[in-house]
């Protein structure tokens, strides 16, 4: 549905920490965002399953520092500190749709 197209795309610019900023109707990160070192934002494929999530999860419980569960699982992933070599064991995983940098949000006031 459209709400809930809008909730995800909410949810993703919160989770990417970016400030909401528009181009014609797109969201973009914030000109003055900056990268945090060793913070990632990892997010689950769709398909999923509980069961898999949940080992993903206990196998990097002393990475994790948040997980995300959106829409009873449309949206899933969690934030980690992460080392290189970490990183892109995660990327290689099935269960995994993307890693990214976390990166610091901007507010912004509009009159």
Same mark, same amino acid.
């Given at each position: %549905? +459209?709400?809930?197209?809008?909730? $995800?795309?909410?949810?993703?610019?919160?989770?990417?920490?970016?400030?909401?900023? %528009? =181009?014609?109707?797109?969201?973009? #990160?914030? #000109?003055?965002?900056?990268?945090? #070192?060793?913070?990632?934002?990892?997010?689950?494929?769709?398909?999923? %399953?509980?069961?898999?999530?949940?080992?993903?999860?206990?196998?990097?419980? $002393?990475? %994790?520092?948040?997980?995300? @569960?959106? @829409?009873?699982?449309?949206?899933?992933?969690?934030?980690?500190?992460?080392?290189? =070599? +970490?990183?892109? =064991? +995660?990327? $290689?995983? =099935?269960?995994? $749709?993307?890693?990214?940098?976390?990166?610091? +949000?901007?507010?912004?006031?509009?009159?």
């Amino acid at each position: %549905t +459209m709400k809930a197209t809008f909730v $995800a795309v909410l949810a993703i610019a919160a989770l990417a920490n970016a400030a909401l900023f %528009t =181009d014609m109707g797109r969201v973009v #990160p914030s #000109p003055t965002s900056e990268i945090i #070192p060793g913070d990632y934002i990892v997010v689950f494929t769709a398909n999923a %399953t509980d069961a898999e999530v949940e080992k993903h999860l206990v196998e990097f419980e $002393a990475a %994790t520092f948040h997980t995300y @569960n959106i @829409n009873n699982g449309e949206f899933r992933g969690h934030a980690a500190h992460l080392s290189d =070599d +970490m990183v892109e =064991d +995660m990327k $290689a995983r =099935d269960i995994v $749709a993307f890693v990214e940098a976390d990166k610091t +949000m901007d507010a912004q006031q509009s009159c």
